[in-house]
T-cell receptor, first 112, second 116 residues
Framework: DAKTTQPPSMDCAEGRAANLPCNHS???????VYWYRQIHSQGPQYIIH???NNETNEMASLIITEDRKSSTLILPHATLRDTAVYYC?????????????FGGGTRLMVKP | DVKVTQSSRYLVKRTGEKVFLECVQD?????MFWYRQDPGLGLRLIYF???????EKGDIPEGYSVSREKKERFSLILESASTNQTSMYLC???????????????FGPGTRLTVL
């Protein structure tokens, strides 16, 4: 699986958009980009995933560059409850259990 | 809503004890996983199972075993607990969809195990 690089921490003002970057320069053509987050003392929570097109759901938007070497997770109106560690993962879908490998992630602090 | 439950939120055991961590999911998922999470190391896969009685080693299986006797239940066993197994243990489940792009996994709340 391709490795990902994320900044270790970011701050965001409440109500503003939070833009979390992820570099995955060695991503291969059949690898998807997944985002999870983990709020303190809870298990990781799925946010969104995509292959090459931009994606949006009720939680966030995912912007993937045309060369697919990087992506950005956007929380359009961050709230205090969005304070968490955000993990960017790239993973090929195969039959080997579909397990995920989490790196260090980005610790997002939403401030009032 | 998908529900993944783990038997304990906090557990304290002594070195050498046998420890059972239980995980149950209610979504009829084929895949189930056990991870451990340590500061600075992220989540690391210990074992996973894609069917009843089937198991596969993950990245760090040493010192652990698993059991999947029923589809909804996946147990992690520490045969002889050691202090370096003090960690947060997370169970997850997900569908096995061959040819699908959905690798979404649903996680339980975690069990914080301390081995003294």
């Amino acid at each position: 699986d391709a490795k990902t690089t994320q900044p270790p921490s970011m701050d965001c003002a409440e109500g503003r958009a939070a833009n979390l970057p992820c570099n995955h320069s060695t991503i291969s053509g059949n690898e998807y980009v997944y985002w999870y987050r983990q709020i303190h003392s809870q298990g990781p929570q799925y946010i969104i995933h995509g292959l090459k097109n931009n994606e949006t759901n009720e939680m966030a938007s995912l912007i993937i560059t045309e060369d697919r070497k990087s992506s950005t997770l956007i929380l359009p109106h961050a709230t205090l409850r969005d304070t968490a560690v955000y993990y960017c993962i790239v993973r090929v879908d195969n039959n080997a259990g579909n397990m995920l490998t989490f790196g260090g992630g980005t610790r997002l602090m939403v401030k009032p | 809503d998908v529900k993944v439950t783990q038997s304990s939120r906090y557990l304290v055991k002594r070195t050498g004890e046998k420890v059972f961590l239980e995980c149950v999911q209610d979504m009829d998922h084929e895949n189930m996983f056990w991870y451990r999470q340590d500061p600075g190391l992220g989540l690391r896969l210990i074992y996973f199972s894609y069917d009843v009685k089937m198991k596969e080693k993950g990245d760090i299986p040493e010192g652990y075993s698993v059991s999947r006797e029923k589809k909804e239940r996946f147990s992690l066993i520490l045969e002889s607990a050691s202090t370096n197994q003090t960690s947060m243990y997370l169970c997850a489940s997900g569908y096995l969809r061959q040819g699908s792009y959905n690798n979404e996994q649903f996680f339980g709340p975690g069990t914080r195990l301390t081995v003294l």
